[in-house]
């Protein structure tokens, strides 16, 4: 079983940047993947960004839309993994939600089906 707790979300102008974190509640290095999915009103949930925790160097994956914009990184020491959000949008309005896997998940397919456990979403909001 694992715990995810999300924070950083904000209300930003468009242009801007926030962190957000997912703090786990057991190590990271027991977690195969960890990643990071969005939810606008009225819009499916979406991929945001994964990270390979158990691959070598904790292989990373983007969504096209925040490729060069989002960096997803990890603190084992913290148990955590964070998203980086620069030049923001304000189609990147939305609940954004950590998610884990205590299994491997397959690279290049991003379902939201892989992951078991996920957090209770943290809003970003970003005007223009």
């Known amino acids: 079983q694992v715990q995810l707790v999300e924070s950083g979300g904000s209300v930003v102008q468009a242009g801007g940047s926030l962190r957000l974190s997912c703090a786990a509640s057991?190590?990271?290095?027991?977690?195969?993947?960890m990643g990071w999915f969005r939810q606008a009103p009225g819009k499916d949930r979406e991929f945001v960004a994964t990270?390979?925790?158990?691959?070598?160097?904790?292989?990373?994956e983007y969504a096209e839309s925040v490729k060069g914009r989002f960096t997803i990184s990890r603190d084992n020491a913290k148990n955590s993994v964070y998203l980086q959000m620069n030049s923001l949008k304000p189609e990147d309005t939305a609940v954004y939600y950590c998610?884990?896997?205590?299994?491997?998940?397959?690279?290049?397919?991003?379902?939201?089906?892989?992951?078991?456990?996920w957090g209770q979403g943290t809003q970003v909001t970003v005007s223009s």
């Open positions: 998610a884990a896997s205590l299994r491997p998940v397959t690279r290049g397919v991003a379902r939201s089906s892989d992951y078991a456990y």
């Open positions: 057991r190590r990271t290095f027991n977690i195969y993947v």
């Open positions: 990270m390979h925790l158990r691959l070598s160097g904790g292989i990373t």
